[in-house]
């Protein structure tokens, strides 16, 4: 089987090989370090070891009570925000029908999203929505106190126990969370939820492989199995004593820090418009791992060749402060051939019998052409086909970089301390129990 491919040679452009064989014993220092857990942010490295992140017990739980629910509803609501919602959504907008909203039916559920914002109409629209559908909620929060998620479970439970009773609406519940503790737990001990557990060593944004993703995913109606054995391979590649040829995510690390020298931006580039939701997953990934103490690539995404025709201009003539990465898939899944058109008026002839995908493709070399001459590095990461086997190793390869270059970068990868701020304001501001004191200092600040 063939795998995913990197290709980093239109970037020694930019960067000196010199100094790329410099940073490679860092590199595998770095590598080293996801496995002996010697370095901050080691109680977070749960999703290292892909073989063992999830047990074949849990694995088969997941795909039975996916199944179960697959052949009563017609619609899952998943609850959660950051990596409790993006890993899934981005994997399941990238294997879904373009139009499957079009298709709702019992045994092909469509996955939507909630708690993921506060957006009083959005939650007033998805409610109206899935009022006369048949749906079950999975809702996932480590505590079950995370604010946007929460509000949005004490509305949607309320719902789905007036329109189902208590005993149905449990069976059409499922909590994702903690093992023991919180909240959530509580709640889904006492009401009878079916729930799977979010491990203490994976945090959100490293955990679309376990549950939290994998759940909503198998009720999406795909192969989890496959999404798991393309992250291993993954793994195998990049395994500590593998050498430096043989550890593609240590290349992308070792690129993309060079280039930080002098290059602050890195956007992620897509040219099919399925991966637009695995660009959010990933910004989140290197925005949330990476921007801390003063440093951090910013990740940034475009979607091609639409965003051609809006952002393209600034790429190719603003500012020289990003680099590119683009992920272009070799094959798409469907075959469409443009007709001849007897007036030509469009004058499009040339391309009769050309397929949309050439099209495409001779877009996307073309871009890479124009944005080399106008001093844009640019690496290449190509996969097969969108299939669940080649997400799993996308999937792996990031999250396996993302550690590499945090610790090259000289941060902790695996720590998010800047999150917090806001949620500290916001509680001042609500008046919650316990934040009196914060909540009259924002109000005289405020006042000035």
Known sequence: MKNLTLDITKAFNFVSKDEYNALQTKALESNAALYDKNLPGNDFLGWVDVKNIISEEELSEIEKKAAQLREKIEVLVVIGI???????????????NSFAQMNVKKGNPIVLFAGQNIGED???????AIADKSYALCVISKSGTTTEPAIAFRLLKAKIEEKYGKKEAADRIVAITDKSRGALRTLANSEGYKTFVIGDSVGGRFSVLTPVGLFPIAVAGFDIRQLLQGAYSVEEMTQKGKSFEENISAHYAVVRNLLYKKYSTEILVNFHPKLHYFSEWWKQLYGESEGKDGKGIFPASVDFTSDLHSMGQYIQEGVRLMYETVISIAEPDKKVEIPSDAQNLDQLNFLAGKRVDFVNKQAELGTQLAHLDGGVPQIRIEIPKLNEYYLGQMIYFFEKACGISGYIL?????????VEAYKKNMFALLDKPGYEDASKAIRERLAK
């Open 410 to 418: 000289g941060v902790n990868p695996f720590n998010q301390p800047g």
């Open 82 to 96: 950051g990596g409790s919602y993006l890993g899934a959504k981005a994997v399941i907008e990238a294997l879904s």
């Open 122 to 128: 959005y939650i007033s629209e998805l409610m109206d």
